[in-house]
């Protein structure tokens, strides 16, 4: 198994049916619950140990989370009010090299999480099959439909889970 991709490569969906949407809204909405029981009773040096070599710590992945779910948060609002906005990339690798990422308590970024996903489902449940054919013009992959974005995120949320559970489950914690 390929540790960096626990879950697979994420593959742009060609089409979402509102049946997946409504599985990928559960994902979000599940999600910081599932990150929550995943670092449950790690350590300082449990969660600064990388989840694979050369990767990221467990404690930088949790705050990696809500930075990249609070661009996306925010480029769906982008993008339900604007036609096809402009949104670029972020160097994520660079926001997990910061302080507040490499050693911020993890409780920070998982309170942000719960509260950022509560506004993210309130948002994501009142959409019209319309709003979510919006789009927006991403920096690096162009053109991108607002439920394939939901779909990267239902794979993101369980992209990164997977990035710690397999941790743990390979040191016996």
Request: proline residues 5%; charged residues 25%.
């Amino acid at each position: 198994m390929d540790l960096r991709y626990p879950v697979g490569k994420f593959q742009w969906p060609a089409a979402v049916t509102p049946a997946e949407r409504e599985h990928f809204i559960a994902t979000i909405a599940g999600s910081p619950a599932t990150y929550r029981q995943a670092v449950h009773g790690l350590d300082s040096q449990q969660l600064d140990t990388p989840y694979r070599e050369g990767g990221w710590t467990v404690r930088q992945v949790i705050h990696h989370v809500p930075d990249s779910h609070m661009n996306s948060y925010c480029r769906f609002k982008l993008a339900l009010t604007e036609e096809a906005p402009s949104i670029k990339g972020y160097a994520e690798d660079l926001w997990a090299e910061l302080a507040d990422g490499r050693t911020g308590p993890v409780d920070t970024s998982l309170a942000l999480l719960e509260n950022l996903h509560r506004r993210w489902v309130i948002l994501l449940k009142s959409m019209t099959d319309q709003d979510f054919a919006r789009t927006f013009r991403h920096s690096e992959h162009g053109l991108i439909r607002l439920d394939s974005t939901l779909a990267l995120y239902d794979w993101h949320c369980r992209h990164h889970a997977a990035h710690i559970t397999g941790l743990r489950e390979r040191l016996g914690w």
